[in-house]
């Protein structure tokens, strides 16, 4: 069946390296990407999309590489801060499927001082 | 703008009791979605509605009940509440005008325990 699932539960990085965080999706006719940051006791926050028509879209410090070959898709943090510290999930979409979002499993990012 | 707002932010209810989780958006979008989040997954779609006067199910949607008389409120109704309701609920809402590729803006959620 459809899934989105994330390769790592858990990523240890030291404050100002740079983050990589993974997702394969198994559905190819999905068509668009989002990344979400959720913090303890809060909702998922956007933090980036990408259409299926891109492999690559940056915003602030934060770039989205899509691989439609391979079903992949990753999450670069740049200089990564205390304040990234948090679960990312990974969701997709496609042409015609109502904007429900199917989601990943979520990795945990911890940022060491 | 509050964005969407989730009421109440913790429950407790007893097995068999009902309640009724309230969720309002002032960002006048058509699409809202309840979502639940168990421990250490990812969101699972319950129902979701294109707009006022329209519901639909998603992936889990046994034991809950939705309705959208406006476009700002979509509250979720939950009629005997079993353990497996335990979770958190998130509440979603996003505009009409990128149609499936509008990103969905979250409430805070609400966690429910039920014992």
């Known amino acids: 069946g459809e899934s989105v699932g994330l390769h790592l539960p858990t990523l240890s990085v030291q404050e100002g390296d740079n983050s990589i965080i993974n997702c394969a999706y198994s559905n190819s006719a999905s068509d668009y990407f989002i990344w979400y940051k959720q913090e303890s006791g809060k909702g998922p926050q956007f933090i980036i999309d990408?259409?299926?028509?891109?492999d690559k879209r940056q915003g602030q410090r934060v770039t989205v590489l899509l691989n439609k070959t391979v079903k992949h898709l990753s999450l670069q943090i740049a200089a990564t801060q205390p304040g990234d510290s948090a679960v990312y999930f990974c969701?997709?979409?496609?042409?015609?499927?109502?904007?429900?979002?199917?989601f990943g499993t979520g990795t945990q990012l911890k940022v060491e001082l | 703008n509050a964005g969407v707002t989730q009421t109440p932010k913790f429950r407790i209810l007893k097995i068999g009791q009902s309640m009724t989780l309230q969720c309002t958006q002032d960002?006048?979008?058509?699409?809202m979605y309840w979502y639940r989040q168990d421990p250490g997954m990812g969101l699972k779609l319950i129902y979701y509605s294109v707009g006022a006067g329209i519901t639909d199910k998603g992936e889990v949607p046994n034991g809950y009940n939705v309705s959208r008389s406006t476009t700002e409120d979509f509250p979720l109704r939950l009629e005997l509440a079993a353990p497996s309701q335990t979770s958190v609920y998130f509440c979603?809402?996003?505009?009409?005008?990128?149609?499936?590729?509008?990103?969905?803006?979250f409430g805070n959620g609400t966690r429910l325990t039920v014992t």
């Open positions: 969701a997709e979409n496609r042409k015609g499927g109502g904007n429900k979002l199917t």
């Open positions: 979603a809402s996003s505009a009409k005008d990128r149609g499936d590729y509008s990103p969905l803006h």
């Open positions: 960002m006048n979008h058509n699409y």
């Open positions: 990408i259409r299926s028509n891109m």
